[in-house]
Structure formats: structure tokens, C-alpha cells
């Protein structure tokens, strides 16, 4: 697993949008979102730099750099 935990989530949606393996959902009961597909995760950090209330930790032992390219 990479993705680790969400907490203090606010249900905008952005990080269900934004992974690119649909490792995240929304649950339709609690409306916030949760760790689905934790299998798929890319460790790419794109959902935690989306956030916009830095609700998501990704786990540190097996985290890479951020590469962002301009080219
Ligand atoms: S780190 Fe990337 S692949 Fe993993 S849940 Fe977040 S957006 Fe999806
Ligand atoms: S981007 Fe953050 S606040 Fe929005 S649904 Fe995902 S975890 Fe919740």
C-alpha cells in the first residue's frame, strides 16, 4: 500500500478526479472520501498536491520524489 489515510476530509471530489488509477472514492454514505483500490496506487501524489485541505497521507517508506515536467 502507498496511500495511507485520509482525515479531515471535506468531500470536494478533487482527488477522485485527479488520481489516475481511481484509487479513491467517494462513499455515498459519509460523503467523503475513501481509500478504495489502495492496491492501484502509483504513489504519483497528485490527489495530497490537490487537496485543498491537506487530508492525504501518502506512506513515507515508500514514497518517491515529486517529478514534475515542463517538456
Ligand atoms: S498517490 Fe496518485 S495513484 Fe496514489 S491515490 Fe493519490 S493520485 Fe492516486
Ligand atoms: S481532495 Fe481532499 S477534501 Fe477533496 S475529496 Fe479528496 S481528500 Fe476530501
Keep these: 500500500m502507498s496511500i495511507k ?9 478533487t482527488c477522485v478526479k485527479t488520481c489516475p ?8 454514505k459519509t460523503g467523503k472520501a475513501k ?4 492496491e492501484d496506487c502509483q504513489i504519483c501524489h497528485l490527489c495530497r498536491m490537490y487537496c485543498p485541505v491537506d487530508a ?7 514514497s518517491i520524489p515529486v517529478i514534475i515536467s515542463w517538456g
Design 56 to 62: 492525504i497521507t501518502i506512506s513515507p517508506e515508500k
Design 5 to 13: 489515510s485520509i482525515n479531515g476530509c471535506i468531500g470536494c471530489g
Design 35 to 38: 481509500i478504495t483500490f489502495p
Design 21 to 28: 488509477t481511481d484509487v479513491i472514492r467517494l462513499d455515498l
